[in-house]
Nanobody, 124 residues
Framework: QVQLVESGGGLVQAGGSLRLSCAASGRTISGYAVGWFRQAPGKERESVAALNWNGNSIIYADSVKGRFAVSRDNAKNTAYLQMNSLKPEDTAVYYC?????????????????WGPGTQVTVSS
């Protein structure tokens, strides 16, 4: 079983940037699909971005296209979410997830390993 831990969250002003990291342990995720989801208070968890095992296939939610960039470093067993031009509506707990399916996975139900989440708060 793979364990995931997110880091890099915090409080930032609108227009600022944050880089989230997702460190995996227990086994290598080099052949795994990886995704980032977020959940704001009172709202359902939603997909932010996802990429396949080698990063050649990537998808983004429409709300973050052009502002967020997902990547992975399989040598470091780590995935990243670079968030630029942050808006107050980006405020949420951000979760990293992975699955042994190497394809691009778009839905939360497809993933079986989740991190505990990291809070991102964007002030106006």
């Amino acid at each position: 079983q793979v364990q995931l831990v997110e880091s890099g969250g915090g409080l930032v002003q609108a227009g600022g940037s944050l880089r989230l990291s997702c460190a995996a342990s227990g086994r290598t995720i080099s052949g795994y699909a990886v995704g980032w989801f977020r959940q704001a208070p009172g709202k359902e968890r939603e997909s932010v971005a996802a990429l396949n095992w080698n990063g050649n296939s990537i998808i983004y939610a429409d709300s973050v296209k052009g502002r967020f960039a997902v990547s992975r470093d399989n040598a470091k067993n780590t995935a990243y979410l670079q968030m630029n031009s942050l808006k107050p509506e980006d405020t949420a707990v951000y979760y990293c997830t992975a699955d042994s399916d190497s394809r691009l996975l778009a839905y939360a139900r497809q993933y079986h390993s989740w991190g505990p989440g990291t809070q991102v708060t964007v002030s106006s």
